[in-house]
């Protein structure tokens, strides 16, 4: 059954990790050499406008429902279908015939 994702250590998403990462080396380049510190950041610029693009063209930016989540939702509902239909029948699960007991 699909699991909702977890946030790393419960409250910091990955994404702002990799950012935070990103910015410490645009930094740390930046203050090593400015031309690199510049290339370095036109490059994440362009990593930037790009992850935007596609975050509002396709992503989560662009109001549509994830499908993971439709799909963890479905089958957290059949789950407690299937629940609610054990304790309506009974505790104990009904026994399935036995082929070799057939006419």
Same mark, same amino acid.
């Given at each position: 059954? /699909?699991? +909702?994702? &977890?946030? =790393? #250590?419960?409250?910091?998403? +990955?994404?702002?990790?990799? $950012?935070?990462?990103? !910015?410490?080396?645009?930094? !740390? ?6 031309? =690199?510190?510049?290339? #370095?950041?036109? =490059?994440?610029? #362009?990593? !930037? ?7 509002? @063209? ?6 549509? +429902?994830?499908?993971?989540?439709? =799909?963890? *939702?479905?089958?957290?509902?059949? &789950?407690?279908? @299937?629940?609610? $239909?054990?304790? @309506?029948?009974?505790?104990? /699960?009904? *026994?399935?015939?036995? /082929?070799?007991?057939? /006419?």
């Amino acid at each position: 059954m /699909p699991v +909702p994702s &977890e946030r =790393l #250590a419960g409250w910091l998403k +990955p994404k702002w990790l990799v $950012a935070g990462v990103a !910015l410490a080396a645009f930094g !740390l380049l930046l203050s090593y050499d400015v031309r =690199l510190g510049l290339a #370095a950041g036109a =490059l994440l610029g #362009a990593v !930037l406008v790009v992850w935007f693009y596609i975050a509002l @063209r396709y992503g989560s930016l662009s109001g549509v +429902p994830s499908v993971r989540t439709t =799909l963890v *939702e479905r089958a957290q509902q059949q &789950e407690a279908n @299937r629940r609610l $239909a054990t304790t @309506r029948a009974g505790s104990a /699960p009904q *026994e399935s015939s036995d /082929p070799a007991q057939r /006419p």
